[in-house]
């Protein structure tokens, strides 16, 4: 993005509000409305690398901040479950809640290890960027 002073300042503002309302806006148009940009300016900007970049790294730290949110409650949801699943009045329900700790965990254990190597490709990658 340009970083130059005076005119270039305030396009670099107004890709930040951009990228900020692609977070929370269905569709580009509407980010695009949401902070006064024109369409074409709207795709311009999403197709161009350096603003990409800057896209995906916000969408990775909002995402990184909902999934803090989960973690926080998901304690209080195991607790749930593991209260269903020793102390519930139904085989049925006790099952089904020893199904889902059994689901989420494998589910999450999974989830870190593609994270761990998804991130080790990355850092191998931008070193070959910087050789």
Do not use: C
């Not at 569709?27 to 902070?35: C, D, L, R, S």
């Not at 900007?45 to 969408?59: L, N």
């Not at 803090?68 to 749930?80: C, N």
């Amino acid at each position: 993005m340009n970083q130059a002073k005076g005119h270039g300042e305030k396009r670099s503002r107004k890709q930040e509000q951009f990228i900020a309302a692609l977070l929370s806006n269905p569709t580009v148009e509407a980010a695009a409305k949401a902070v006064g940009i024109g369409n074409v300016t709207a795709w311009k900007w999403r197709k161009d690398p350096p603003f990409d970049d800057q896209y995906r790294e916000a969408t990775r730290d909002a995402m990184h901040r909902a999934a803090a949110l989960l973690q926080g409650a998901a304690r209080e949801a195991v607790d749930t479950l593991r209260e269903i699943q020793s102390e519930g009045k139904s085989e049925a329900a006790r099952v089904s809640a020893a199904r889902t700790i059994l689901e989420m965990a494998l589910k999450a254990a999974d989830l870190e290890d593609v994270q761990r190597r998804l991130d080790t490709l990355e850092q191998v990658v931008k070193e070959r960027k910087t050789q």
